[in-house]
């Protein structure tokens, strides 16, 4: 165990030796090898540029913009460029966008979540639309805000909701319809030009989170992709969030959240001028907010341009049909949605092939992929969310993948004993005591002298919550990561 504040200082080059030792156990940021958490563009120098600008703003303070105007400046520079290419901006029919730079997806979304809440006062008891493919930050969003959480189920075959049954979801306490473009879990675009107009039509607002796909969608549709209309261009779309530390390729903390006018985005502001400090005007939830990673998205998007984006999104569009091609070929595959986007994503037809077991079977070669739990009448399915560095790995991966998917077959679906399964769906989730949960984890095999670190294999921890109810599942996961959160005394 690492002592973070010794008696006596650590000199320098001790100190990194010991971080890369650290980030040595970490699952691998470059290299076209981890399909989820990470995006890695691959363009040789362009981490090094985008760590060098953030060095440059790393201590500049963006709570003030007359003190700091270099953010604001950054700020508004990469509001306009988000703008621009959602179809917003001079020239468009919507030529009055502004917004705002925020750490991530999440906090753009709260953010548009607490603007639709406060611009209707009058509402008791606010309520929010979203399918259920919407990002869970919604519901983290109606959580911390006191919204009530009105999901939409979507079809099994589309993986998109039905508009109607959005429509038919918008009530008189509505304040705002969510959609995605594309969503996470399939990577799929949702109805938005109908959503949009049945939340016009009830005098509601609309938000696109596009934090995902934002910023590749504009560039494969000009690769000749079918991608359809998500953005300003349609009139009932009143605000976008879109990530730049996702497929823009800037490192984390940036994301941008956008509004059709300024009077749609006065409710997200808070200003707080009854205390003897300095007056405060917060435009999103951090207050204290470091100038790095904005001038890290600056220099990203600066220096890769247009054309830049474009040449990302071709590789990455060859990988996604590489990839995809990859599982079609392998018997006891299928694909679940042909893909829209960046992401592949597949079930298994096989009884016998327990794509828990194959994820582990694949991160044993190498290779880090995303298994999504059932939901509703979903499979249980593996995500890969593709960036352009894959381009160069398709056929490895095929090969890999042919391969895991034997020793899968032959190690078999993970054995859950059945009074476990029985308890679990007799269980309240509030009699999952720590003490509880960990005895499953030892009843599982996973070595409860391991905290600290996360198990070699997943595949128990993902059959046992997949079996599990989801507030069942809520619960054991918030109790696995409390096992994993101990600071070693
Ligand atoms: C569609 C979508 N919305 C929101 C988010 C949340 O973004 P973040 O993890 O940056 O908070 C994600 C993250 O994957 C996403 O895919």
């Known amino acids: 165990m690492i002592d973070v504040l010794p008696p006596e200082g650590v000199p320098a080059d001790k100190v990194l030796a010991e971080l890369r030792d650290l980030r040595a156990a970490d699952l691998p940021t470059h290299g076209g090898r981890l399909f989820a958490y990470v995006y890695?563009?691959?363009l040789p120098g362009l981490d090094e540029l985008a760590m060098s600008a953030y060095a440059l703003a790393a201590h500049v303070n963006g709570l003030d913009p007359t003190a700091f105007p270099s953010v604001l400046g950054l700020e508004n520079a990469l509001v306009g460029a988000a703008s621009r290419l959602l179809g917003g901006g001079p020239g468009t029919a919507a030529p009055d966008v502004v917004g705002s730079v925020t750490s991530?997806?999440?906090e753009?979304?709260?953010?548009?979540?607490?603007a639709a809440r406060d611009a209707r006062p009058e509402v008791a008891r606010p309520r929010l639309v979203v399918p259920t493919t919407g990002h869970a930050a919604f519901a983290k969003a109606a959580h911390y805000l006191g919204v009530a959480l009105d999901q939409v189920p979507v079809s099994a075959r589309t993986l998109r909701p039905e508009a109607g049954a959005v429509a038919a979801a918008i009530g008189p306490d509505t304040v705002l319809v969510a959609c995605s473009a594309p969503s996470y879990p399939y990577g799929v675009v949702d109805p938005v030009a109908e959503i949009a107009e049945a939340a016009t039509g009830a005098g509601v607002r609309c938000h696109v989170d596009a934090c995902f796909g934002g910023w590749t969608l504009p560039f494969l549709r000009r690769l000749g992709e079918p991608v359809?209309?998500?953005d300003f261009g349609l009139p009932g779309v009143t605000s976008i969030s879109v990530d730049l530390h996702k497929y823009a390729y800037a490192p984390k903390g940036v994301s941008v959240l956008l509004h059709r006018d300024a009077d749609l985005r006065r409710s997200q502001y808070f200003a707080f001028a009854g205390w003897p400090g300095y007056t405060m005007v917060n435009p999103v939830i951090s207050s204290t907010r470091s100038g790095g990673p904005l001038a890290a998205a600056y220099a990203t998007l600066r220096h890769?341009?247009?054309?830049g984006y474009l040449a990302l999104a071709e590789r990455t569009l060859a990988a996604v049909r590489g990839l995809a091609a990859e599982v079609s070929g392998v018997d006891g595959l299928r694909l679940l949605v042909?893909?829209?986007?960046?992401?592949?994503?597949?079930?298994s037809t096989d009884p016998g092939l327990d794509l828990f077991v194959l994820a582990d079977e694949l991160t044993a070669r190498g290779w880090h992929t995303q298994p999504q739990l059932s939901y509703g009448d979903v499979p249980a399915n593996i995500h890969l969310s593709v960036t352009a560095s894959v381009a160069p790995r398709v056929v490895e991966f095929g090969a890999d993948l042919r391969d895991a998917v034997e020793a899968a077959r032959r190690a078999g679906p993970v054995p859950l004993p059945a009074d476990l399964l029985g308890m679990l769906g007799a269980l309240a989730p509030e009699q999952l005591t720590s003490d509880?949960?960990?005895g499953i984890a030892a009843g599982l095999g996973l070595d409860p002298a391991a905290a600290g670190r996360p198990p070699e294999r997943m595949a128990p921890v993902n059959a046992l919550l997949d079996a599990a109810p989801v507030p069942v599942r809520e619960r054991l996961l918030a109790e696995f990561l409390g096992v994993l959160q101990r600071p070693a005394y």
């Open 40 to 42: 890695d563009s691959a």
């Open 104 to 106: 991530g997806g999440t």
């Open 108 to 114: 753009s979304l709260i953010l548009a979540v607490k």
């Open 228 to 230: 359809p209309p998500f």
């Open 304 to 307: 890769l341009g247009e054309a």
């Open 338 to 347: 042909e893909p829209e986007s960046t992401v592949v994503c597949f079930v």
């Open 436 to 438: 509880l949960v960990a």
